[in-house]
């Protein structure tokens, strides 16, 4: 089955921790990307990596980190300069056009985040 | 893509047609898309329809695209209690990949 996978489902972050995010797709996407909801609002874009190696901050990314070793995965740290991180965090990918073709963004079932 | 607009609330009786709007501003749209949320889940897409076309359907769903007036909405024939969710349009701008995604419209199908 291909698709995106995150994980864990639920997770809890204690003050002044880090705490990583896993997104990883076998969709062989070039373009991988992290969102956060927050309640009654719209995805917001924290960062985005068009290819390894590679990724730009959206427009929410202070205090999360990314990296991008490898295709398939996608990883997201949130900081403890991440004053507050309670939201659902959902990664998505796509095969990564660049010359202004269809985009579709597939979307793994997210990551509810919350502060102890 | 600077914004992305839709009415946060629907509701409608079961059997009835929904239709969801959303409202963009930005002229170099390339393509609009339509996802579903359903509650704790990922976004699904649903359908997606390129700027130089006016409509497209698909079984119970149909999009329709003004762009004179850069408005999108989507049409849900006979609608169900399964189609309970939130809807996001989202519009691909310029040469990049990124998405705009609107703030959603839930949609509450009542019996």
């Known amino acids: 089955d291909g698709g995106i996978t995150q994980s864990p489902k639920y997770l809890f972050r204690k003050e002044g921790q880090n705490v990583t995010l896993s997104c990883e797709q076998n969709?062989?996407?070039?373009?991988m990307y992290w969102y956060r909801q927050d309640p009654g609002q719209g995805l917001r874009l924290i960062y985005y990596?068009?290819?390894?190696?590679?990724?730009q901050k959206g427009d929410i990314a202070e205090g999360y980190s990314v990296s991008r070793e490898k295709k398939e995965s996608f990883p997201l740290t949130v900081t403890s300069a991440q004053k507050n991180p309670t939201a659902f965090y959902l990664c998505?990918?796509?095969?990564?056009?660049?010359?202004?073709?269809?985009?579709?963004?597939?979307f793994g079932p997210g990551t509810r985040l919350l502060v102890l | 893509g600077e914004d992305v607009e839709q009415s946060l609330f629907l509701s409608v009786r079961e059997g009835d047609s929904s239709v969801i709007n959303c409202t963009y501003t930005?002229?170099?749209?390339?393509?609009l898309y339509w996802y579903k949320q359903e509650p704790g889940a990922g976004l699904q897409l649903l359908t997606y329809?390129?700027?130089n076309m006016d409509m497209k359907q698909d079984q119970r769903l149909t999009v329709l695209l003004n762009k004179k007036d850069k408005h999108l909405s989507l049409r849900i024939a006979d609608t169900q209690t399964g189609d309970s969710a939130i809807y996001f349009c989202?519009?691909?701008w310029g040469g990049g990949n990124k998405l705009t995604f609107g703030t959603g419209t839930q949609l509450k199908v009542e019996l």
């Open positions: 998505a990918s796509s095969r990564g056009t660049y010359r202004g073709g269809e985009e579709t963004q597939y």
């Open positions: 969709l062989n996407h070039d373009a």
């Open positions: 990596s068009q290819i390894v190696n590679d990724f």
């Open positions: 930005d002229s170099s749209s390339t393509y």
């Open positions: 329809i390129f700027s």
């Open positions: 989202a519009e691909k």
